[in-house]
């Protein structure tokens, strides 16, 4: 990967020569983006969190065990069937079966307790040990519904661990923040699904109608995609997961959700999903848990389970918040494989709530803020010297109340994105990534370049011809929205758009 990224950039879209920044090309000139207007999430951020609400702590969270009290506990091999145990339960090898990698207890009146075992993960890779040049492992953490301008408001710890790695000209990790990113739709599906596939919802010039559900598990559904051709000038849905284990890869994905029948996703809605670790198990359990303490008849939609409301929320297990969960899992796969190389897609929803009240609207976020640093921290100087960090939000807030403010409308095409390359990054990858940095960018370029990373090829047919590879070469400065595959109601450039006026949401058709 480091020494082959620079060759890695594959044919230039035809008509364009030139592919370092500034060079010539058909675009009609550098995007302009619109000023941010005045946000009442700016004023809110400048008051001292001392004098704000504050979210829950889950230190003092843990209730001692009573060994007279019958509990319930849950392990991945019940599937989903709650067991009979004593409320001192331990889990030890003997009560754990095989590939088990998370034990819960829940007793009445007290917190569940959760415990991961991620070094127990029974394998389905076979991963291969590289020598002098191993393609990096990747981590790919998004943090949904946050803009640019939020994380700068919301994210300071994060932020400032990621500036400590940014200067991109020594050894070490070389983080760079991607400002100029855009959105190609206006929820999760649509930037995950680039991100993820290289697909788009919507039909791009030199793309193929592909029907995404044809090998997703989920019945029901037809979702028509648009794909880069193939070799037979068919499309094909493909993850980069998928891909990933063709590669030999270890694989992990997780949602902070129940997944399962969730029409919300993408997983098994628009591509099939099969990896070494899910964490898909451990939080539909947590939500069955939740949707029986409460006594509500059947549990079937258990996607739908909410802990806690915007009010009042319920964010503890086992005296730590439920969403450092993902975090404890990644780390320990990272620990339980060090030679492997190993991709990983987690989605995090801190930041995804939209209360009516101002003061509520950002407390989770800001919480995980500090969970999220101190994560990352342990990661990069652990890790970091061959693992590509990929940390970024899918869009801007684009529902609740807030939406309507003209501030939100804008600030959602421009999702916070960054790419922090390994420690052993050859100079030109570093170079190029720098490069990009204010460059109109999409998910769909990120999902090329993790491909080129992995060392793989971009498809069975023809790059892409709206995705770049932002390690192999800059991407040009006039580049258009069109060129880039991003909707023209999304297009965050002022020369694209007739109307960037204030409207009644971010999913509102604007005259274009």
């Given at each position: 990967?480091?020494?082959?990224?620079?060759?890695?950039?594959?044919?230039?879209?035809?008509?364009?020569?030139?592919?370092?920044?500034?060079?010539?090309?058909?675009?009609?000139?550098?995007?302009?983006?619109?000023?941010?207007?005045?946000?009442?999430?700016?004023?809110?951020?400048?008051?001292?969190?001392?004098?704000?609400?504050?979210?829950?702590?889950?230190?003092?969270?843990?209730?001692?065990?009573?060994?007279?009290?019958?509990?319930?506990?849950?392990?991945?091999?019940?599937?989903?069937?709650?067991?009979?145990?004593?409320?001192?339960?331990?889990?030890?090898?003997?009560?754990?079966?095989?590939?088990?990698?998370?034990?819960?207890?829940?007793?009445?009146?007290?917190?569940?307790?959760?415990?991961?075992?991620?070094?127990?993960?029974?394998?389905?890779?076979?991963?291969?040990?590289?020598?002098?040049?191993?393609?990096?492992?990747?981590?790919?953490?998004?943090?949904?519904?946050?803009?640019?301008?939020?994380?700068?408001?919301?994210?300071?710890?994060?932020?400032?661990?990621?500036?400590?790695?940014?200067?991109?000209?020594?050894?070490?990790?070389?983080?760079?923040?991607?400002?100029?990113?855009s959105v190609v739709g206006r929820a999760s599906i649509h930037n995950q699904l680039a991100a993820l596939t290289g697909c788009s919802t919507e039909r791009i010039e030199g793309s193929v109608a592909t029907l995404a559900n044809e090998?997703?598990?989920?019945?029901?559904?037809?979702?028509?995609?648009?794909?880069?051709?193939?070799?037979?000038?068919?499309?094909?849905v493909a993850s980069l997961l998928e891909r990933a284990k063709q590669l030999r890869y270890l694989t992990l994905f997780g949602e902070e959700i129940c997944d399962t029948g969730s029409p919300w996703v993408t997983q098994h809605n628009?591509?099939?999903?099969?990896?070494?670790?899910?964490?898909?198990?451990?939080?539909?359990?947590?939500?069955?848990?939740?949707?029986?303490?409460?006594?509500?008849?059947?549990?079937?939609?258990?996607?739908?389970?909410?802990?806690?409301?915007?009010?009042?929320?319920?964010?503890?297990?086992?005296?730590?918040?439920?969403?450092?969960?993902?975090?404890?899992?990644?780390?320990?796969?990272?620990?339980?494989?060090?030679?492997?190389?190993k991709f990983a897609f987690v989605n995090a929803i801190a930041a995804h709530r939209f209360p009516v009240e101002e003061s509520l609207r950002y407390i989770a976020v800001e919480a995980y803020d500090a969970s999220l640093a101190a994560?990352?921290?342990?990661?990069?100087?652990?890790?970091?010297?061959?693992?590509?960090?990929?940390?970024?939000?899918?869009?801007?807030?684009?529902?609740?109340?807030?939406?309507?403010?003209?501030?939100?409308?804008?600030?959602?095409?421009?999702?916070?994105?960054?790419?922090?390359?390994?420690?052993?990054?050859?100079?030109?990858?570093?170079?190029?990534?720098?490069?990009?940095?204010?460059?109109?960018?999409?998910?769909?370029?990120?999902?090329?370049?993790?491909?080129?990373?992995?060392?793989?090829?971009?498809?069975?047919?023809?790059?892409?011809?709206?995705?770049?590879?932002?390690?192999?070469?800059?991407?040009?400065?006039?580049?258009?929205?069109?060129?880039?595959?991003?909707?023209?109601?999304?297009?965050?450039?002022?020369?694209?758009?007739?109307?960037?006026?204030?409207?009644?949401?971010?999913?509102?058709?604007?005259?274009?």
């Open positions: 990967f480091l020494a082959r990224a620079p060759a890695g950039a594959g044919p230039p879209p035809p008509g364009e020569t030139d592919l370092t920044p500034g060079g010539s090309g058909p675009g009609a000139g550098t995007c302009r983006r619109a000023p941010l207007p005045p946000s009442t999430a700016s004023f809110f951020s400048d008051i001292p969190r001392d004098r704000r609400p504050s979210y829950p702590s889950c230190e003092n969270n843990v209730t001692p065990p009573k060994p007279d009290v019958v509990c319930g506990c849950a392990t991945p091999g019940n599937q989903g069937e709650w067991f009979s145990c004593p409320g001192d339960a331990t889990f030890g090898e003997a009560q754990l079966e095989p590939g088990d990698t998370y034990a819960l207890k829940s007793c009445p009146g007290q917190p569940v307790e959760v415990a991961l075992y991620p070094e127990r993960a029974q394998l389905t890779s076979t991963f291969t040990t590289y020598g002098d040049d191993p393609p990096p492992s990747v981590l790919f953490l998004e943090v949904d519904s946050v803009s640019l301008a939020s994380a700068q408001r919301h994210l300071p710890r994060t932020l400032a661990l990621l500036a400590e790695h940014g200067a991109c000209d020594g050894v070490g990790p070389c983080a760079v923040s991607l400002r100029g990113t090998r997703a598990a989920t019945p029901g559904h037809t979702h028509t995609v648009w794909c880069p051709p193939g070799r037979d000038g068919k499309g094909q628009y591509f099939p999903l099969e990896v070494d670790v899910s964490l898909s198990p451990l939080f539909c359990d947590l939500a069955f848990d939740k949707c029986i303490d409460r006594g509500f008849v059947g549990c079937d939609l258990l996607y739908m389970v909410e802990f806690g409301n915007m009010t009042h929320p319920e964010p503890c297990v086992g005296g730590r918040p439920r969403s450092e969960l993902p975090l404890e899992a990644l780390r320990g796969f990272w620990d339980a494989h060090p030679t492997g190389p994560f990352l921290r342990g990661m990069l100087d652990d890790h970091g010297a061959n693992t590509l960090f990929v940390l970024r939000s899918d869009h801007g807030l684009q529902d609740g109340p807030a939406s309507l403010e003209h501030a939100a409308q804008v600030e959602h095409a421009t999702p916070w994105t960054n790419v922090v390359l390994p420690g052993a990054a050859r100079g030109a990858a570093r170079r190029n990534l720098v490069a990009n940095a204010d460059a109109l960018v999409t998910g769909f370029d990120l999902h090329r370049t993790l491909l080129r990373a992995m060392g793989a090829d971009v498809g069975d047919g023809a790059p892409s011809p709206w995705a770049r590879d932002l390690l192999g070469a800059g991407v040009p400065q006039e580049r258009t929205c069109q060129e880039a595959g991003v909707p023209r109601r999304f297009c965050p450039c002022m020369d694209e758009r007739r109307d960037m006026a204030p409207r009644d949401g971010v999913d509102e058709n604007p005259p274009v």
